[in-house]
């Protein structure tokens, strides 16, 4: 389902990378679509989705562009679910948030 997540704090920082393949867009990739955030990008190879928290905490999430079957509720329901696991992570004084 998804090849790609990130995090990115409000100074574009990156919180957190997760990558399903290593085809997959590097650091320097995430960054453009950060730049583009808001405007679904879609790529020969695969698609970016971006998510703003109220904190400015950018959450990017990247699919196979060949998954037709991912709809436009189910992208808010990670999204939802991603922003909930990142609220009880940051709230949890125990939990380390680290990137690959």
């Known amino acids: 389902m998804a090849l790609c997540v990130a ?4 100074d574009n920082t990156l ?3 997760r990558v399903k393949k290593e085809e997959l867009p590097n650091e320097n990739d995430l960054h453009m ?3 583009l955030f808001g ?3 879609l790529n020969n190879s695969y698609r970016s989705y971006g998510y703003l928290t109220n904190t ?6 990247v699919v196979d562009a060949s998954n037709n079957i991912l709809k436009d509720h189910d992208v808010r329901a990670i999204f939802k679910r991603l922003h909930t ?3 009880n992570a940051v709230a949890n004084p125990f939990t380390l948030l680290e990137c690959n």
């Not at 995090?7 to 409000?10: A, G, Y």
């Open 56 to 61: 400015n905490v950018k959450f990017l999430l």
């Open 39 to 41: 405007i679904p990008l």
């Open 15 to 17: 919180l957190y990378l």
């Open 33 to 35: 679509f950060l730049t």
């Open 7 to 10: 995090i990115f704090d409000k």
């Open 85 to 87: 696991n990142y609220c």
